[in-house]
């Protein structure tokens, strides 16, 4: 079983950059793709970007530009860099594992099993 906990929100201005951290625990995750999510207020859960095993990544066409994933394997790390940040941007992001899936992607939040609770990221202008 895998636990996760998101940490390194908070109030930022536009502008702005920020890291989010996510420490995993429990078993290994290393085979497995991870994720970060993001759930704006009355909006659904969206994929922001997921990284696989191998390194390859992908980014949702609105996070192209301005978020990085990464992640430290050793450390059961998981990151997400956001810069430039815009009052869009605001909303809970959730750092997600897709343990029943070894080596591949994933790439909707159904795929992913074990979830952190979330921190929340607020972009003021």
């Known amino acids: 079983q895998v636990q996760l906990a998101e940490s390194g929100g908070g109030l930022v201005q536009a502008g702005g950059s920020l890291t989010l951290s996510c420490a995993g625990s429990?078993?290994?995750?290393?085979?497995?793709?991870v994720a970060w999510f993001r759930q704006a207020p009355g909006k659904e859960r969206e994929l922001v970007a997921t990284m696989n095993y191998g390194g390859s990544t992908y980014y949702s066409p609105s996070a192209k530009d301005r978020f990085t994933i990464s992640r430290d394997y050793a450390k059961k790390m998981v990151y997400l860099r956001i810069t430039n940040l815009k009052p869009e941007d605001t909303a809970v992001y959730y750092c997600?594992?897709?343990?029943?899936?070894?080596?591949?992607?994933?790439?909707?939040?159904?795929?992913?099993?074990?979830w952190g609770q979330g921190t929340l990221v607020t972009v003021s202008s």
């Open positions: 429990g078993r290994t995750f290393s085979r497995n793709p």
């Open positions: 997600a594992a897709d343990t029943r899936t070894d080596y591949g992607m994933a790439y909707y939040a159904p795929e992913y099993d074990s």
